[in-house]
């Protein structure tokens, strides 16, 4: 690997324009095949397989007419204090506001709250329903303005209207800025740890250039492969992330190679093939990491991890390829003033170790280890605790800001109408069995009226064959209620008799119980994903290390990055705890999809920062080093190049936690704070520790073991002496 990684960096530096025009046309392709590209269409089949999902498909198979993906809203009416929403002023209005609405050209219709019986028992909140011909994004400046219109009329008359639904959503700010703002924070990192532009300049070039390639191919695939908006947010985040960091890296040992006193062709050569083989297994743990949600069984999560795999992938490729090319461009401008000096005087490095803050925590660490591993997995358990009280949800109305019509609507018919109204369970009856339909449908309908937590039920509906049936019950609780998921257990478990009796089958779905459902999956889904992510990298982790306890140190700290860091977003997002710092006004369940989303990426970066450090550790330890040593040596040349990968995605990261998205904006900041707590706390102090205990055992590999596993050579034993013909040829260009 080492070998091959060696003359693929030289030949990439030595051919640079080559190299440059691939990777030009290569962008140059994917954007304009994402110019000519239709838009992606939604995949309406969240998580096929649960029974939410299969009952919704279901309605859209015998009701199509109920679900033409329109857009809709609720307007929701509320009588000024100590009047009635019924008084014939009031009601008055509300019927101007349907007239007016109902004729609207791209309205399909409207229903009045009176004709609807939608009054609540006070008769102080009132709402009317209101379906479009065509979807939210198709709807003209001119219906949405009508419609505003009309409320503000209606307000005028002294009413509270609010709306929501999806008509007239608030929909989230572009993130383009999120990308702009880790990218400036990124460059002051870069400045800070290289004080060279040209080395600030040449990881954030290439960055972009992957990102772009990304970006790009995501949106040319998009129809194809139904790739979203948000699929496309999670990609850049990544991509522009490890692309810096694995540019970063092989900048740095290029430096570092330079200094010995290489020649620039050859430098490159050996920084791809020592830091390139660490940047190609990093990768490849992230790509496993991300790959393996497809386990998971949610096609959305899916197209998330594909699309994120392979912004990864194109990142390895430019770190390995188009990075020494552009060193072959501007071969000293990377450098240092002091290597740059030495190179035009001649003098050669002497070899001595150089003492910096690496080598003197490392020597902090290996003096009291006990005490630094303590304290560290004391620390990381205790911001863990939360997740003991983690709950499970999707985002809906209840989760925006008091701030937008939706959440008003939303509390006001909580208000109104119980606590249940805005989660109604949908019961879809398959009478095709039953001899008599109706009947059937009707007793079903009685038993479950009859439940306990069950407040009421509307009359069933047929489709036009009169084999299915559909109705909806509410609740007593909110949807995010405990007592509403054990009411939706209740009704399934209880329906074996009613169904045998009546010769029917029915089935519980609507928004409240699909996100039961999803929640449920993915829980369950979690633990083989474990199981895969884990099993995987450790392999790769044992082929790469040469070592059984170290892959198996490097997966019990991911474990106390991510449970720390999902205790971290239980604390803010959902307890609500510094929520108003990071723009959250509204605490609520964690979304059913970010646990084991993060868990994927934080397991990618946490073996990142595993390879990038203990490889060099590992490469000291064969060339002759002891194994306190090893670590010392690992820290001299790593720790200022992970650290500064560290606070790159930290910063990258975080500028995401600014996205209006509430699933963007939790997964950035669970990103952040993992990246914190697995770069600074795990593998800065705890891994130094449990080496330092270890010894010579952290290396411990048995012999059959040992004969069977491929060696790849990631610590690049095979360069130490290349070969002189290839050194001779770019010896004039030190002094360049």
Not at 131 to 141: C, G, P, Q
Not at 147 to 152: C, V
Not at 678 to 703: Q, S, T
């Amino acid at each position: 690997m080492a070998t091959f990684l060696y003359r693929l960096g030289r030949t990439a530096f030595q051919r640079r324009w080559s190299v440059l025009l691939v990777w030009v046309a290569v962008l140059v392709a994917v954007g304009a095949g994402a110019a000519t590209a239709p838009a992606a269409k939604e995949d309406g089949s969240f998580m096929p397989g649960i029974e939410a999902q299969k009952a919704f498909d279901l309605m859209e198979e015998r009701f199509p007419w109920a679900h033409s993906g329109g857009a809709d809203a609720r307007i929701v009416f509320v009588a000024p204090d100590g009047q009635k929403i019924t008084a014939p002023g009031n009601r008055a209005v509300i019927d101007d506001l349907v007239d007016e609405i109902g004729g609207g050209a791209q309205t399909g219709s409207v229903v009045s709250p009176f004709q609807a019986k939608a009054v609540s028992k006070d008769a102080e909140t009132a709402y009317a329903t209101v379906t479009y011909k065509v979807a939210a994004d198709d709807l003209t400046d001119a219906t949405k303005k009508s419609l505003e219109s009309a409320i503000d009329v209606a307000q005028k008359h002294g009413l509270t209207v609010e709306v929501g639904g999806t008509a007239l959503a608030t929909q989230p700010a572009a993130g383009g800025g999120a990308e702009g703002m880790g990218i400036a924070l990124a460059a002051v990192v870069l400045l800070i740890t290289f004080g060279s532009l040209a080395a600030v300049g040449l990881p954030l070039l290439t960055a972009i250039i992957g990102v772009g390639i990304s970006m790009a191919s995501i949106l040319a695939l998009g129809s194809t492969f139904g790739l979203s908006i948000t699929t496309g947010t999670l990609a850049s985040m990544l991509g522009l992330a490890v692309g810096i960091d694995y540019a970063l890296f092989v900048v740095s040992r290029y430096r570092e190679e330079r200094a010995k006193g290489r020649a620039p062709q050859e430098a490159a050569g050996l920084a791809a093939g020592t830091a390139g083989s660490a940047v190609v297994f990093a990768g490849l743990t992230v790509v496993i990491a991300l790959a393996g949600l497809t386990v998971v069984g949610v096609p959305m999560l899916s197209k998330m991890g594909l699309a994120a795999a392979g912004a990864v992938v194109i990142a390895v490729l430019i770190a390995l390829t188009l990075v020494p090319a552009l060193l072959g461009f501007w071969p000293n401008a990377v450098l240092s003033r002091k290597t740059r000096k030495h190179n035009r005087s001649g003098q050669q490095h002497d070899g001595t170790p150089q003492t910096n803050g690496g080598t003197r925590w490392a020597r902090f660490i290996l003096r009291r280890p006990v005490p630094v591993l303590l304290a560290g997995v004391a620390g990381l358990g205790v911001l863990a605790l939360p997740v003991t009280d983690l709950q499970m949800g999707m985002p809906g109305e209840e989760s925006k800001p008091t701030s937008t019509t939706e959440r008003r609507a939303y509390d006001a018919l909580a208000d109104g109408f119980g606590a249940g109204f805005n989660g109604p369970l949908t019961i879809v009856v398959d009478a095709k069995g039953a001899a008599e339909p109706k009947s059937a449908v009707e007793t079903i309908v009685k038993e479950i009226d009859a439940t306990d937590g069950v407040v009421s039920v509307s009359p069933a509906k047929f489709n036009p064959a009169g084999d299915t049936a559909m109705f909806s019950a509410v609740p007593t609780t909110g949807p995010t209620d405990e007592t509403t998921k054990e009411l939706i257990h209740t009704i399934r478990a209880d329906r074996a008799a009613t169904e045998s009796s009546t010769g029917t089958t029915f089935e519980v779905t609507g928004s409240t119980a699909m996100n039961i459902d999803v929640a449920q999956a993915l829980q369950n889904a979690l633990v083989p994903y474990l199981a895969v992510i884990v099993g995987l990298a450790f392999v790769l982790l044992l082929v790469v290390f040469r070592s059984v306890l170290v892959p198996i140190k490097a997966a019990l700290g991911f474990l106390l990055s991510v449970l720390a860091a999902l205790g971290s977003v239980v604390a803010v997002f959902q307890w609500g705890w510094g929520a108003g710092l990071l723009g959250v006004e509204q605490p609520s369940p964690i979304m059913s999809l970010m646990p084991i989303f993060l868990v994927g990426i934080v397991f990618g970066l946490a073996m990142d920062y595993e390879v990038f450090l203990v490889a060099r550790m590992r490469e000291a330890y064969v060339h002759g080093d002891r194994p306190a040593q090893a670590v010392v040596t690992g820290f001299r040349h790593s720790s200022r190049v992970v650290v500064a990968a560290a606070l790159i995605m930290i910063a990258v990261f975080s500028a995401f936690i600014a996205s209006a998205e509430p699933m963007i904006k939790t997964i950035g900041f669970g990103l952040a704070i993992a990246v914190l707590f697995d770069a600074f706390v795990v593998r800065m102090a705890l891994v130094p520790a449990v080496l330092a205990l270890l010894g010579d055992r952290a290396w411990w590999l048995p012999r059959w073991l040992d004969r069977a596993l491929p060696n790849v050579d990631v610590e690049g034993e095979a360069l130490q002496s290349p070969p002189s013909t290839e050194l001779q040829h770019d010896k004039e260009m030190v002094r360049m």
